[in-house]
């Protein structure tokens, strides 16, 4: 699986940006998807997931509320709507896709197999 992911910009805080994540090479139906972040100086963090049962509910607390993953396997591809950008937002954000990952693993980079190039979300105060 090769992933794409696309959509980052410089935006003003309260601003709202869509992440996408294609996916191709083969579907990505039955996988479990995931957006992590990476800021400038700090380890990589889970930002949400989608189980690969489709449950698009695996958010961290410090973006629920905010941001929403979704995924639509006809297109292949992996979304994530950020709303009420902040400037602690600010990252280079990765999708990720794997198809053997269990549920309690989805927040953990390593068990990923599959990642996208990045995307950079710079949110200007």
């Known amino acids: 699986v090769q992933l794409q992911a696309s959509g980052g910009g410089l935006v003003q805080a309260g601003g709202s940006l869509r992440l996408s994540c294609a996916a191709s090479?083969?579907?990505?139906?039955?996988?479990?998807v995931a957006w992590f972040r990476q800021a400038p100086g700090k380890e990589r963090e889970f930002v949400a997931a989608c189980s690969r049962s489709n449950t698009c509910t695996y958010v961290a607390d410090s973006v629920k509320g905010r941001f929403t993953i979704s995924r639509d396997n006809a297109k292949n591809t992996v979304y994530l709507q950020i709303n009420s950008l902040k400037p602690e937002d600010t990252a280079v954000y990765y999708c990720a896709a794997d198809n053997s990952i269990i549920l309690s693993s989805l927040r953990d980079s390593v068990q990923y197999d599959y990642w996208g190039q990045g995307t950079l979300v710079t949110v200007s105060s």
């Open positions: 090479g083969r579907t990505i139906r039955g996988y479990a």
